[in-house]
């Protein structure tokens, strides 16, 4: 580590300090510069003593330099209402895989900055185990649909039992119209388990559960959907509430199974 470095990150003005930051991000991730990593690594350690925007600034690119060393800070910072980055450092702990961290984002959720709940929503989803999940699947019922989709994402991530529950209940129950987030989700469970459940919903008499089965199929890029679309595509003259047709979701579902089974034959191959 270069102290020069670091007081450079203390002395002169903010957008200068902002600049020499943003080299030493570059030389750490770009060159492998193991000076500079060092003194970034020093300055999340010390981070009460720098401005506030050199160190949200440093962890949208914690994964250039962070290592382990790191959870004291971080969790330290979680929890820091004073110097008010929650945000980023709960961004920090998901990018380093502190699982330490899970119990420091789980009052975040109810944090008055959005950007604070959203970051809590994802670390969970990446770092929690299924004892997340109950503090979790009130979100899905959030006024903000981007909340929602976030909480689908974390909760398909973190994934058991309980979590399909929730996601299914929301299928069914469909508290709001669009909820394309929530089929999204129930596709990224073992296809074993879901298939055969999206597969008798979509022979249902409501037209809705039949849309957003076909949805949730097509996502999965599973060869056991392709009958159900097929002939959801051929014969399905069904409307949702919100006007939607049937057999129009079925055939956009065939195209999505295709697309990522290309994608996943395309990274076998390379």
Not at 149 to 174: I, K, P, Q, S, Y
Not at 177 to 198: E, K, M, N, T
Not at 201 to 223: F, I, N, Q
Not at 247 to 256: E, G, H, M, Q, Y
């Amino acid at each position: 580590m270069n102290p020069a470095d670091l007081g450079s990150l203390r002395d002169g003005d903010l957008d200068s300090r902002t600049e020499r930051l943003s080299r030493l991000l570059d030389r750490a991730g770009t060159h492998g510069d193991e000076s500079a990593a060092d003194t970034l690594r020093a300055l999340v350690r010390d981070y009460p003593a720098y401005h506030r925007t050199l160190f949200c600034r440093a962890m949208n690119r914690a994964a250039v330099f962070g290592d382990d060393s790191l959870e004291v800070p971080l969790r330290a910072a979680l929890t820091d209402t004073r110097y008010n980055c929650q945000a980023w450092a709960a961004m920090g702990c998901t990018a380093l895989g502190i699982r330490a961290a899970v119990p420091d984002l789980l009052p975040l959720l109810e944090h008055e900055q959005w950007m604070a709940r959203e970051q809590a929503v994802i670390g969970l989803g990446e770092l929690g185990d299924e004892s997340v999940v109950p503090a979790l699947i009130p979100l899905l019922h959030d006024p903000a649909d981007w909340m929602r989709n976030r909480t689908a994402e974390a909760l398909a991530m973190v994934g058991g039992d309980a979590a399909l529950a929730a996601l299914w209940a929301e299928l069914e129950h469909r508290r709001y119209q669009r909820i394309g987030h929530v089929a999204s989700a129930l596709a990224r469970f073992p296809p074993d388990v879901v298939i055969p459940r999206l597969t008798a919903m979509a022979g249902s008499d409501d037209p809705d559960r039949r849309y957003w089965a076909a949805v949730a199929l097509g996502s999965t890029g599973d060869d056991r959907a392709v009958p159900t679309l097929e002939r959801l595509q051929a014969t399905d003259r069904g409307r949702t509430v919100f006007d939607g047709e049937v057999r129009a979701a079925a055939k956009k579902a065939l195209r999505t199974l295709r697309r990522i089974q290309a994608a996943i034959a395309a990274r076998a191959g390379s």
